[in-house]
Every structure is written in structure tokens, then in C-alpha cells.
């Protein structure tokens, strides 16, 4: 692990905060470390990462471009594919609920659905 591009704290407010690199920075990763919640709580959450959510969204974009997926907003798509995969990543109740067990092959099953159900959701329209 690296040293960090950047640190500091977000103001506590509900005004968008802005987090600017010093310079251009090439990655592979991108990790943001909460060591405190505006609340309190146990947990923290963050609602938007502009720098990764255009980059979905520009290849969203070129993919619908190209007849790949089918068209639509692609912020929309995106952030209902993030919805999808993390609501059913953070869902482990209503998996075994319906039968899921935290087995490695319910592990692959499940994963081999999720790809499923995005592809068939981004199929473009068949053709006339």
C-alpha cells in the first residue's frame, strides 16, 4: 500500500464536499479511509465518487453507443447496477431467506445470477 494522495476531513454539513488531488494521479485502487461518522455511528457511507462515477458513466455511455447495452441514462444504470450488486451483497438475511447459504458454491451461484440478471437488464432491444 502507498502513501495517500490525499487526507483531510469532510465538513459537517449536507453541502457536497470536494476532495481536489494535488496532481493527475494513475491507479489501480481507490481507497477512502472513514475514521469517524458525522453521527457517531458505527458505520460510515458516502454518496458519490464523481471521478469513478463519470468514468462508469462514459463507458456506459460508449457501450450504448456502440449497440451493446440498450439505451437509457446511463447515470441511471449505473447507480441502479450499484444498487443491485451492493443491496444484494449487504442482504445476507433475505438470502437465506429464500434458500442461500454462505457456501462457496452458493457463493458462485449467487454471482453467477447477478451477472445474469445485469446482462438480460442491459440487453439492448432486439432488433426489427
Given at each position: 500500500m502507498g502513501s495517500p494522495v490525499a487526507a483531510g476531513e469532510f465538513a459537517q454539513e449536507a453541502a457536497e464536499n470536494v476532495i481536489d488531488f494535488p496532481a493527475k494521479v494513475?491507479?489501480?485502487?481507490f481507497r477512502l479511509r472513514a475514521i469517524s461518522e458525522?453521527?457517531?455511528?458505527p458505520w460510515t457511507s458516502i454518496a458519490e465518487l464523481r471521478p469513478?462515477?463519470?468514468?462508469?458513466v462514459g463507458y456506459l455511455q460508449k457501450e450504448m453507443d456502440r449497440g451493446r447495452i440498450r439505451q437509457a441514462?446511463?447515470?441511471?444504470?449505473a447507480a441502479l447496477c450499484y444498487a443491485t450488486v451492493t443491496g444484494i451483497a449487504t442482504e445476507p438475511e433475505l438470502l437465506r431467506?429464500?434458500?442461500?447459504?454462505?457456501?462457496t458454491a452458493d457463493l458462485r451461484r449467487l454471482r453467477s445470477e447477478l451477472l445474469a440478471f445485469l446482462r438480460a437488464a442491459l440487453a439492448p432491444a432486439p432488433r426489427r
Open positions: 494513475k491507479g489501480r485502487y458525522v453521527a457517531g455511528r469513478l462515477v463519470d468514468r462508469a441514462d446511463p447515470r441511471l444504470i431467506s429464500v434458500g442461500w447459504q454462505p457456501t
